[in-house]
């Protein structure tokens, strides 16, 4: 099986640009040259960021400084709440002490003074009333004068005065004193009570406001320092190392909004992980190729390729099937009918050998999926496809005859002839430049017998719709359909073209498909009797031996490259039938009509 693929490194680096916004080029090394895996390979402009970054380690000193001011912040609210929560303990402490010193001691103090001088001035008072007794009598008797006694009856006065004073004092230090102090102290713990909790909470609100502070300062140094380590990775990221090695290869690519060509070179602008440099390892190559769904069934991992490379026409490369991918690749919006599926071959050349391929190179691989020995062939230019027979001419001292074969698989070039032929006959290129009247002929009584064929299903078929009971459904084929149409006529009744393209190109027609089943011979799932020399007659509107794109159906339309290998505008009868062939290569099954063209 031959397919057609493009080559590519199977390790294949590409280096972008990592500096943020676009930035300018002002080294690199030359396209071509072979580098070692740490090289730098290209340099930016950093003299902006150089810039930026001096501007921004400024900030991050003055962010530490702030952050360092936090921290002292911090630590003194903690001390000065520790002091604030001491001293109002204290405090509680000292009003329990004044509470107790009062209940247990000044209290009771007091009342032993008032009392004692209670006593003393109940004392004075008796001893004022027998003086004044005693000076009274003496005044009578004549010893004292009246003086004496008033002045005698001044001091009874003064101690009664005195005596009660001091019953007033305790009267008012046991009714009112003792309780209003005893409140008032009371009241002085209950107070210190409730400042500890006051201090308290009013020290965790500055304490938190002190560490709101710290940790605002802390995420802005944080902001910073990665604004800074940013500046220098961005600064760093300007030259570009190479991290494997290989061969540069510039990026040098096309915008698809225009068709001006993005340029890699020393002043050029890149862009934000614009890729710059594509840095293949030329040690490892593979072929990217893709293969229609008709012929997927017949790859698999590890087969055998040969490889040949435009560019290096004398030289056989050899691989293997890598890997085939397991759902069909996007194809263009003109052929989304057509699915493809990835495939990788790995080249398995020495690499002195691989070393010459580049990648981008246009390759031709041919998968080698079958091997067998002792096989017959001749040149698929040698076979003439008649309905759903096959013959060769085979030269026979000076007369040539025609041979019926029965053949089998093929590739690009040779195809199998199962039975028919014997080893060392001679067998006629491209027969149809050289037997047109006997083709003819044979062409004519094979389009008769399809004919005759075909009106013979189309009456039986009929016989059995009259048969049937009136509604019944029908179960076998209806008139007019594919069972009716077995037998294909030349479109417009024109006598069939010769075969060979005006250029005289070999007759490729009877390239069969690589299941074993002769071409246009009938297949499970596909038109019966479908005959490609019939086909093309249909479409070769002006019989010039060509089909060109306004004259093909629009299924056709939709290929037209694919069938016109040589590209010239214009497919031959032989290209239409080795395209055929193709398609119907792998399993004896041939693609839906679309892809072949549509009959």
């Given at each position: 099986?031959?397919?057609?693929?493009?080559?590519?490194?199977?390790?294949?680096?590409?280096?972008?640009?990592?500096?943020?916004?676009?930035?300018?080029?002002?080294?690199?090394?030359?396209?071509?040259?072979?580098?070692?895996?740490?090289?730098?390979?290209?340099?930016?402009?950093?003299?902006?960021?150089?810039?930026?970054?001096?501007?921004?380690?400024?900030?991050?000193?003055?962010?530490?400084?702030?952050?360092?001011?936090?921290?002292?912040?911090?630590?003194?609210?903690?001390?000065?709440?520790?002091?604030?929560?001491?001293?109002?303990?204290?405090?509680?402490?000292?009003?329990?002490?004044?509470?107790?010193?009062?209940?247990?001691?000044?209290?009771?103090?007091?009342?032993?003074?008032?009392?004692?001088?209670?006593?003393?001035?109940?004392?004075?008072?008796?001893?004022?009333?027998?003086?004044?007794?005693?000076?009274?009598?003496?005044?009578?008797?004549?010893?004292?004068?009246?003086?004496?006694?008033?002045?005698?009856?001044?001091?009874?006065?003064?101690?009664?005065?005195?005596?009660?004073?001091?019953?007033?004092?305790?009267?008012?230090?046991?009714?009112?004193?003792?309780?209003?102090?005893?409140?008032?102290?009371?009241?002085?713990?209950?107070?210190?009570?409730?400042?500890?909790?006051?201090?308290?909470?009013?020290?965790?609100?500055?304490?938190?406001?002190?560490?709101?502070?710290?940790?605002?300062?802390?995420?802005?140094?944080?902001?910073?320092?990665?604004?800074?380590?940013?500046?220098?990775?961005?600064?760093?990221?300007?030259?570009?190392?190479?991290?494997?090695?290989?061969?540069?290869?510039?990026?040098?690519?096309?915008?698809?909004?225009?068709?001006?060509?993005?340029?890699?070179?020393?002043?050029?602008?890149?862009?934000?992980?614009?890729?710059?440099?594509?840095?293949?390892?030329?040690?490892?190559?593979?072929?990217?190729?893709?293969?229609?769904?008709?012929?997927?069934?017949?790859?698999?991992?590890?087969?055998?390729?040969?490889?040949?490379?435009?560019?290096?026409?004398?030289?056989?490369?050899?691989?293997?099937?890598?890997?085939?991918?397991?759902v069909p690749s996007s194809?263009?919006?003109?052929?989304?009918?057509?699915?493809?599926?990835?495939?990788?071959?790995?080249?398995?050349?020495?690499?002195?050998?691989?070393?010459?391929?580049?990648?981008?190179?246009?390759?031709?691989?041919?998968?080698?999926?079958?091997?067998?020995?002792?096989?017959?062939?001749?040149?698929?230019?040698?076979?003439?496809?008649?309905?759903?027979?096959?013959?060769?001419?085979?030269?026979?001292?000076?007369?040539?005859?025609?041979?019926?074969?029965?053949?089998?698989?093929?590739?690009?070039?040779?195809?199998?002839?199962?039975e028919g032929l014997k080893?060392?006959?001679?067998?006629?290129m491209n027969p149809r430049?050289?037997?047109?009247?006997?083709?003819?002929?044979?062409?004519?009584?094979?389009?008769?017998?399809?004919?005759?064929?075909?009106?013979?299903?189309?009456?039986?078929?009929?016989?059995?719709?009259?048969?049937?009971?009136?509604?019944?459904?029908?179960?076998?084929?209806?008139?007019?359909?594919?069972?009716?149409?077995?037998?294909?006529?030349?479109?417009?009744?024109?006598?069939?073209?010769?075969?060979?393209?005006?250029?005289?190109?070999?007759?490729?027609?009877?390239?069969?498909?690589?299941?074993?089943?002769?071409?246009?011979?009938?297949?499970?799932?596909?038109?019966?009797?479908?005959?490609?020399?019939?086909?093309?007659?249909?479409?070769?509107?002006?019989?010039?031996?060509?089909?060109?794109?306004?004259?093909?159906?629009?299924?056709?339309?939709?290929?037209?490259?694919?069938?016109?290998?040589?590209?010239?505008?214009?497919?031959?009868?032989?290209?239409?039938?080795?395209?055929?062939?193709?398609?119907?290569?792998?399993?004896?099954?041939?693609?839906?009509?679309?892809?072949?063209?549509?009959?």
């Amino acid at each position: 099986m031959t397919e057609k693929g493009t080559l590519d490194s199977m390790r294949n680096a590409s280096l972008t640009s990592k500096v943020e916004g676009t930035t300018t080029i002002i080294s690199i090394v030359p396209e071509g040259t072979q580098v070692k895996e740490g090289d730098i390979v290209c340099e930016l402009d950093a003299s902006t960021l150089i810039d930026k970054e001096t501007q921004q380690e400024i900030l991050v000193v003055k962010a530490k400084a702030l952050l360092q001011q936090a921290d002292e912040d911090l630590g003194i609210q903690k001390t000065q709440n520790e002091s604030d929560a001491a001293a109002v303990q204290l405090k509680l402490e000292l009003a329990k002490l004044d509470l107790e010193k009062f209940e247990k001691g000044e209290y009771l103090q007091q009342v032993a003074d008032i009392k004692a001088e209670l006593s003393t001035a109940e004392a004075n008072l008796t001893r004022s009333q027998e003086s004044c007794g005693f000076i009274r009598r003496l005044v009578q008797k004549g010893y004292k004068n009246q003086n004496d006694l008033e002045a005698e009856e001044l001091n009874l006065k003064d101690a009664g005065f005195k005596m009660a004073s001091a019953k007033k004092k305790l009267e008012v230090l046991e009714s009112f004193t003792q309780k209003r102090t005893l409140a008032e102290l009371r009241a002085g713990v209950t107070e210190s009570g409730r400042e500890i909790e006051r201090i308290r909470r009013k020290g965790q609100a500055a304490l938190a406001q002190f560490e709101a502070e710290h940790r605002s300062r802390e995420l802005t140094f944080e902001v910073e320092s990665k604004k800074l380590d940013r500046l220098k990775t961005q600064i760093a990221a300007c030259k570009i190392k190479a991290p494997q090695d290989g061969q540069v290869v510039y990026a040098n690519t096309r915008d698809g909004r225009s068709s001006d060509q993005v340029l890699i070179e020393v002043g050029g602008t890149v862009r934000e992980r614009q890729p710059i440099i594509n840095l293949p390892d030329l040690d490892s190559m593979k072929v990217n190729a893709r293969i229609h769904e008709s012929r997927i069934s017949m790859v698999r991992t590890g087969l055998p390729a040969k490889i040949k490379v435009d560019a290096y026409a004398d030289i056989d490369f050899f691989g293997e099937v890598d890997s085939v991918a397991s759902v069909p690749s996007s194809t263009s919006s003109f052929s989304r009918d057509i699915k493809e599926y990835e495939a990788v071959i790995k080249i398995l050349d020495d690499p002195e050998k691989v070393n010459k391929l580049r990648p981008g190179l246009t390759a031709t691989i041919e998968i080698l999926v079958e091997r067998r020995d002792d096989v017959l062939q001749i040149p698929v230019q040698s076979v003439v496809t008649v309905g759903a027979e096959q013959f060769a001419f085979v030269v026979s001292g000076n007369s040539v005859g025609r041979k019926p074969i029965t053949i089998g698989q093929s590739n690009e070039r040779m195809i199998e002839v199962i039975e028919g032929l014997k080893d060392g006959e001679q067998v006629v290129m491209n027969p149809r430049s050289h037997f047109k009247k006997e083709i003819d002929v044979l062409e004519g009584e094979q389009s008769a017998k399809q004919s005759k064929a075909s009106e013979e299903n189309a009456q039986k078929a009929s016989d059995r719709m009259k048969d049937k009971p009136s509604g019944s459904g029908s179960a076998g084929g209806r008139p007019g359909t594919d069972e009716a149409k077995s037998g294909s006529k030349p479109e417009g009744g024109r006598r069939p073209v010769a075969g060979g393209s005006p250029q005289g190109r070999p007759d490729a027609e009877a390239r069969p498909q690589e299941g074993g089943r002769p071409p246009g011979a009938p297949t499970e799932g596909a038109r019966p009797n479908f005959d490609p020399v019939a086909r093309f007659k249909g479409l070769d509107k002006n019989s010039d031996g060509k089909v060109t794109k306004d004259e093909a159906d629009e299924r056709m339309q939709s290929r037209f490259e694919t069938f016109d290998t040589d590209g010239d505008g214009g497919i031959t009868q032989e290209e239409l039938t080795a395209a055929m062939a193709k398609f119907r290569g792998g399993g004896g099954q041939r693609p839906p009509a679309g892809d072949a063209g549509g009959n």
